[in-house]
T-cell receptor, first 114, second 112 residues
């Protein structure tokens, strides 16, 4: 069966510090991968999605970036965090057909920028 | 009009009650529909897909009305454990948002 894991689960970072969140998927090949953010009291905001290694689509301009160095690995990064980057970050995967396939989420990472 | 719109609630209901949530979507070309459940400070988890003919899974019934562009979720005999936020998700071919649009969710609180 397929599994998805992301880490770290919780982190508190000072403003201006770098960020790296990592996500891996097991049990499937060539998945679509996603990074979402959910701010307090708000809906899920799609940040990045990827249909293959090295292929990243950005949905919103920001100081975050994403990379997909391997088929089942997705990384969310920032060089300098802002207070507004605080939130619940979710990695997700779906099947490789871009037809609105069911999406499955990792456990999430709580980021507090102080 | 927002792409996917839900009543945010909260819906406060007693145990055993029947509760219904609606969700409207703006893209008439949407092809797939889902309900997700999200517990407090947890990731969303798939509750059920929504099929054109409607579908049922135990106490949960989902329906799709393409003409009016809405989907619904009915929960019968509510349990305390049903307390959560329910997210409506609509998918389509093409588009820019990875093909899935999430509603902001409807919060349900089931009381003893």
């Amino acid at each position: 069966s397929q599994t998805i894991h992301q880490w770290p689960a919780t982190l508190v970072q000072p403003v201006g510090s770098p960020l790296s969140l990592e996500c891996t998927v097991e049990g499937t090949s060539n998945p679509n991968l996603y990074w979402y953010r959910q701010a307090a009291g708000r809906g899920l905001q799609l940040l990045f999605y990827s249909v293959g290694i090295g292929q990243i689509s950005s949905e919103v301009p920001q100081n975050l970036s994403a990379s997909r160095p391997q088929d089942r690995q997705f990384i969310l990064s920032s060089k300098k965090l802002l207070l507004s980057d605080s939130g619940f970050y979710l990695c997700a995967w779906s099947g490789s057909s871009l037809g609105g396939n069911t999406i499955y989420f990792g456990e999430g990472s709580w980021l507090t920028v102080v | 009009r927002k792409e996917v719109e839900q009543d945010p609630g909260p819906f406060n209901v007693p145990e055993g009650a029947t509760v219904a949530f609606n969700c409207t979507y703006s893209n008439s070309a949407s092809q797939s529909f889902f309900w997700y459940r999200q517990d407090c400070r947890k990731e969303p988890k798939l509750l059920m897909s929504v099929y054109s003919s409607g579908n049922e899974d135990g106490r949960f019934t989902a329906q799709l009305n393409r003409a009016s562009q809405y989907i619904s979720l009915l929960i019968r005999d509510s349990k305390l454990s049903d307390s959560a936020t329910y997210l409506c998700v609509v998918g389509s071919y093409g588009g820019s948002q990875g093909n899935l649009i999430f509603g902001k969710g409807t919060k349900l609180s089931v009381k003893p």
